[in-house]
């Protein structure tokens, strides 16, 4: 693998280039060659080449405590970084990347410095080292827990690397030691020592003084944040602690430790330099620590260099290893797509290069909002797989949402204003598990690898680092986020979902936390949950039955949607669980639950009028008073149809985007059109036809085998043609992919019809759901969006019936591979919340929730309430445990009457399948999975939300009774 430059890049505040110390001229800091922003043209942008974009022989897994693009991470690791290798035969080469930029580098998605980053200081190292030398890296990593958002490194690469596998797979230390050293070498003529020491939390370690005081055992100094607290320490003869004076120079760029977010420390004497990824605080040892310090004896230092960038500046300070003498000017800004070190060394990452793969771990991942994770890791860990090479690149940096995979070189605008530090080390493509061993600990979340398991065979703690498999802690509700196209304006669908081990009632502990408003549900009902409106403004409030879904008529009895609106708006919520204690004899809080919630105005007014009326709950209620009447609606959300027709060897694509909402006993049921969201129309044709309406067209290639580049997968808990499945899930979809190459378009299905569809064996509409109601949504997405998807699928334990999509088109996406294999979350946590983006000309966002089995959540309390923070409004089956739920203000829980109307079509929650919610206030839409009973608390459940007006408006003008 060939390096333009392994460099330190040390970005000050506000600063867009940074300055770099480089291999070639280690006397003094240069200015960065371009802007940090920049796709190409500076070090980093290089070194992430191979991250950011695609190469077959580099593989890679990253980590980071803000992954980019998955929200609201939660981990104590405050580790970023990437491990990369190069699985070619005869390669030993990797690279290890530590850096301080959250949510940076996005996997394969193209080079992306996050914009906010800009203003702060930032430290990014790339490492050059073995790939044999990934092991000892994976031993010290394990011990500070990273969370690992992205790992493509094969197994066959890290065989025989106990440690790098414990990384890979996310596991953690149980038992002593709970510190550890590890070293390993740069990879050059004259190799650099590089020792690695790292905690854990367990450890309850102060790291500065207990760990790095105590191992170098010289004095040293210390920039870095600070507390008002821990303070300089002088008491024992050459075993002090100083502190560094802010503002200081990097160069001639001028940083300060209230921006710059980069730690680090000399010793005193010399000549050792330490990076650091936590600040000096009292608050140390409550976090995991992951300390990796370079034993730089700068005068023989080959293949390394340290840019610092500080910050407002463009260019950055060069640290090279033929100059270490000063810190020599950037030669571009760091926004450049080219021109300096990390350009050069991320050209593999952000862009496709032959025999590069990479691993890039970041906690603030390009692309990936909102992602909560205490790990603060940052880089990118790149191999050679070319025949006979052994080389190997390992970068760490603090620029988050920085380097974007295979998208190009991108120096994150907003932390130009920042300072920022990027180390570049060489390294073995032998020595990734040691790093990954070490990475482990720290609890990076890796957000892309393409490190084949052929480089990384043998080593175990790389796999571990790859696959994500650190330990997180409760709450167990995740929130994501993912943006649908509804109409030309883009709208959040947040996603909430729960595991069965978290035991909370999904309603009033998930969904009516998250959204913060009074929620009138629509659901199936028990008679042991009630409304409740004990909280101002946090009510639960139950939705009367029968309503109507614009002239159709539902009710809870026969309607199998259980859903809520948020009130104020415009919340809807889709939800997989029924508002009741207990399903089928089993607590909703000991199943798992997702909801999916939409914010926006024409949705949530929908859904909103079919809430209107809600029970009353001031009125005291006898035990054995009567049920409220369940509703179980079916909705048929289609949310964009594809008709494409060939004329002239040109596809003409029309695009439509519809909820489909069939109520019991209709034939046709009621479409909502994106051209024309302000009132339901008259289904084309009976859903039992094989074609003439939109979803027959759209599973043309789902039911039929006319096409060989469309493939999907498809889950259901009562598959077409299996009979006795048992499950604890309630989820119904289908996700769509097509192979063409250069294609990346998707969709995801998401329905309520049991036996359906039937997989390449032609259209077939199960005739005993007739007399049910129905919900079936589409959504048009880009097919680098399924791993989010099943992020959340994950949790809610889908039973999986058909699966021909190739392993090809799902390379470096670990939390799909877990989908299609049927494995189940064994460790928290137990709710997850992706967001997707559908795409088309404004892509609205589609936020998806999940549970587990393990959380024992309600699902529509618990996650979708928690996470929408409004009042829902449920269409649902019930038990008689369940009831609307006032108790909380504008966290309500409230029940849609039954039966209602669908624009002129009655439904009832008798027979009504599908489940749903609206928010109150808007503009938020869920399709939930499960009903609203209080059995779902151990089941897993799953919810898609949509933020769209129009769409929340027709399901709340069913929603108007409650």
Excluded at 97 to 109: L, N, R, S
Excluded at 378 to 407: L, Y
Excluded at 934 to 948: G, N, R
């Amino acid at each position: 693998m060939a390096y333009v430059q392994v460099a330190i890049l040390y970005k000050g505040p506000a600063q867009n280039t940074g300055k770099l110390f480089t291999s070639n001229s280690p006397a003094a800091w240069e200015g960065g060659a371009v802007p940090v922003t920049q796709p190409n043209g500076h070090s980093f942008a290089v070194a992430l080449t191979h991250v950011v974009g695609d190469n077959g022989n580099v593989k890679f897994l990253a980590y980071n405590n803000v992954p980019p693009a998955v929200p609201n991470v939660k981990t104590k690791s405050n580790s970023k970084g990437v491990i990369i290798i190069n699985t070619a035969p005869g390669q030993n080469d990797g690279t290890w990347i530590v850096h301080t930029v959250p949510g940076f580098p996005a996997a394969k998605t193209g080079y992306s410095w996050p914009a906010a980053e800009i203003a702060k200081g930032h430290l990014l190292i790339c490492m050059s080292i073995a790939e044999t030398q990934i092991n000892a890296v994976a031993a010290s990593l394990i011990q500070i827990e990273p969370f690992v958002y992205y790992n493509d490194i094969p197994e066959t690469e890290t065989a025989g690397m106990p440690d790098f596998k414990k990384l890979a797979e996310g596991q953690i230390p149980t038992t002593p030691p709970f510190t550890t050293r590890r070293s390993i070498k740069t990879a050059a003529q004259a190799p650099v020592d590089i020792h690695i020491y790292s905690k854990s939390a367990k450890s309850k370690y102060e790291i500065y003084k207990k760990v790095i005081v105590k191992a170098l055992k010289r004095t040293i100094k210390v920039w870095s944040r600070r507390d008002n607290k821990l303070k300089g320490d002088c008491r024992v003869l050459e075993r002090n602690i100083r502190l560094i004076k802010s503002p200081a120079q990097i160069g001639d760029h001028p940083t300060n430790i209230e921006a710059d977010e980069s730690n680090w420390i000399v010793s005193e004497p010399g000549n050792i330099f330490c990076f650091t990824d936590k600040p000096y605080s009292n608050l140390g040892w409550q976090f995991v620590l992951t300390k990796i310090q370079f034993l730089l004896n700068l005068m023989l230092l080959l293949l390394k260099a340290i840019l610092y960038k500080g910050p407002t500046q463009a260019n950055g300070k060069v640290l090279l290893s033929t100059a270490p003498g000063n810190w020599a000017d950037g030669a571009a800004p760091l926004t450049n797509q080219a021109g300096h070190s990390i350009a050069g060394s991320l050209t593999g990452v952000v862009a496709n290069a032959q025999d590069i793969t990479f691993l890039a771990y970041n906690n603030v991942p390009p692309a990936v909002p909102n992602v909560q994770t205490k790990s603060n890791s940052k880089g990118v860990i790149i191999v050679s797989t070319a025949g006979g090479a052994n080389e190997g690149r390992w970068i760490v940096h603090t620029v988050p949402g920085f380097p974007a995979a295979k998208t190009g070189y991108n120096w994150p605008a907003a932390e130009t204003a920042k300072g920022h530090l990027l180390i570049c080390m060489t390294i073995a493509e032998t020595q990734i598990n040691a790093i990954a061993s070490s990475l482990i600990r720290a609890e990076p979340f890796v957000y892309y690898n393409d490190i084949p398991e052929s480089e990384t065979a043998g080593m175990a703690d790389f796999k571990k680092l790859a696959e994500g498999q650190t330990a997180t802690l409760p709450p167990f509700t995740i929130k994501q986020s993912i943006k649908i196209v509804f109409g030309a304006t883009p709208i959040d669908v947040r996603i909430y979902s729960k595991s069965a081990k978290s035991r909370y009632e999904f309603y009033k502990k998930v969904i009516l936390k998250k959204l913060k408003k009074t929620i009138k549900v629509w659901s199936r009902r028990d008679n042991k949950l009630k409304g409740d409106c004990r909280v101002i403004e946090r009510n639960i409030r139950l939705i009367k039955s029968p309503a109507q879904i614009g002239d159709h008529p539902t009710n809870i009895e026969a309607d199998q949607s259980s859903w809520i609106v948020s009130e104020p708006g415009n919340i809807f919520c889709f939800t997989d669980k029924p508002y009741a204690v207990t399903i089928l004899k089993k607590s909703q809080a000991t199943e798992p639950a997702m909801a999916v919630c939409i914010d926006q105005n024409a949705i949530f007014a929908r859904f909103d009028a079919i809430a209107a009326q809600t029970l009353q709950f001031h009125k005291t209620r006898n035990a054995k008073t009567k049920l409220v009447q369940e509703m179980q609606t079916v909705y048929f959300f289609h949310n964009l149809y594809k008709n494409r027709t060939i004329k002239n060897n040109t596809i003409i694509q029309n695009t439509y985007r519809v909820i489909l909402y069939k109520g019991p006993a209709q034939n046709t049921g009621k479409l909502l059109a994106s051209d024309a969201f302000a009132n339901w129309d008259d289904g084309a044709r009976d859903v039992a036809q094989a074609n003439g309406h939109s979803f027959a067209a759209t599973l043309t290639d789902v039911v039929g085998n006319n096409n060989n580049d469309v493939k999907f997968l498809a889950y259901n808990n009562v598959p077409p043609g299996i009979p006795n499945v048992k499950t604890k899930s309630n989820g119904k979809g289908i996700i769509i992919i097509r192979t063409t190459v250069g294609q990346n378009d998707g969709a995801w299905i998401v329905h309520t019809v049991p036996g359906f569809p039937a997989a390449r064996t032609g259209y077939s509409w199960p005739a005993a759901e007739i007399a049910k109601g129905h919900l079936l949504i589409c959504m048009t997405i880009a097919k680098t969006q399924i791993n989010a998807i099943a992020a959340s699928l994950f949790r809610a334990e889908p039973f999986v019936y058909y699966n021909d999509i190739p392993e090809t088109e799902t390379a470096g996406m670990p939390d799909f591979k877990k989908l299609a294999e049927g494995q189940i979350p064994t460790t928290p946590p137990f709710t997850i919340s992706r967001t997707i983006k559908l795409t088309g000309a404004g892509a609205v966002p589609v936020h998806i929730y999940s549970k587990s089995a393990k959380s024992r959540y309600e699902m529509y309390r618990k996650v979708i309430l928690r996470g929408l923070k409004k009042t829902i409004k449920v269409w649902s089956r019930r038990d008689n445990k369940l009831k609307g739920d006032c108790r909380v203000l504008e966290r309500n829980i409230r029940l849609i009457k039954s039966p209602v109307e669908i624009a002129g079509h009655p439904t009832n929650i008798e027979a009504d399948e599908s489940n749903w919610i609206v928010s109150e206030p808007g503009n938020i839409f869920c399709f939930m999975d499960k009903p609203y009973t209080k059995s779902q608390s151990t089941e897993p459940a799953l919810a898609a939300c949509f933020d769209q007006a129009a769409i929340f408006a027709r399901f709340n003008t069913i929603a108007a009774q409650i």
